[in-house]
């Protein structure tokens, strides 16, 4: 008695998974992620103690970003003697985000783009010289390293 009960078990089980097959177009069921992407566009040369306007062009899907969830820049001196706060930037329409800021020193200098749309964050970064280069920015461009201040912070 107990095995054909087991038996009956193992057969209603069998008809229960047979019966969940995979439809042909479950690939359309998923969201399908766009990739933000993002220009960092800096000015060709930065002299301390001026204003400077650095921007960011964002773009998904082949189209500029309106409106993003967030875009701040964080910026930071390549030695460690200065690290700037992460800012907001401000929008200037056509998917164009924009911070002003005036570099006290001269040196090698380092901005991160921290941005969000419809679900997809980056964080793109690049290099640029404020002024003139000290000896050891220098060597440190001519090896093509580059350091990045950790930042515990998280403010997304």
Same mark, same amino acid.
């Given at each position: 008695?107990?095995?054909n009960r087991c038996i009956f078990l193992i057969f209603i089980f069998i008809i229960l998974l047979s019966a969940c097959s995979?439809?042909?177009?479950?690939?359309?069921?998923?969201?399908?992620e766009t990739p933000l992407e993002s220009e960092i566009i800096i000015p060709e040369s930065f002299s301390a103690n001026t204003q400077e306007t650095?921007?960011?062009?964002?773009?998904?899907?082949?189209k500029t970003v %309106? *409106?993003?969830?967030?875009?701040?820049?964080?910026?930071?001196? #390549?030695? !460690?003697?200065? $690290?700037y706060s992460m800012e907001q930037a401000e929008e200037e329409g056509n998917g164009t985000y924009s911070l002003r800021k005036n570099f006290d020193s001269d040196g090698?200098?380092?901005?991160?783009?921290?941005?969000?749309?419809?679900?997809?964050?980056?964080?793109?970064?690049?290099?640029?010289? %404020? *002024?003139?280069?000290?000896?050891?920015?220098?060597?440190?461009? #001519?090896? !093509?390293?580059? $350091?990045?201040?950790?930042?515990?912070?998280?403010?997304?």
């Open positions: 008695m107990k095995k995979l439809e042909k177009d479950v690939t359309t069921l998923y969201k399908e650095i921007k960011a062009v964002l773009t998904q899907g082949g %309106v *409106g993003a969830d967030f875009v701040h820049f964080e910026i930071w001196k #390549q030695d !460690g003697s200065l $690290k090698l200098y380092y901005i991160k783009v921290h941005a969000s749309n419809d679900g997809s964050i980056i964080m793109p970064q690049k290099q640029f010289i %404020v *002024g003139k280069l000290s000896e050891s920015d220098l060597k440190i461009l #001519q090896k !093509g390293m580059h $350091k990045q201040e950790e930042s515990p912070e998280h403010h997304h």
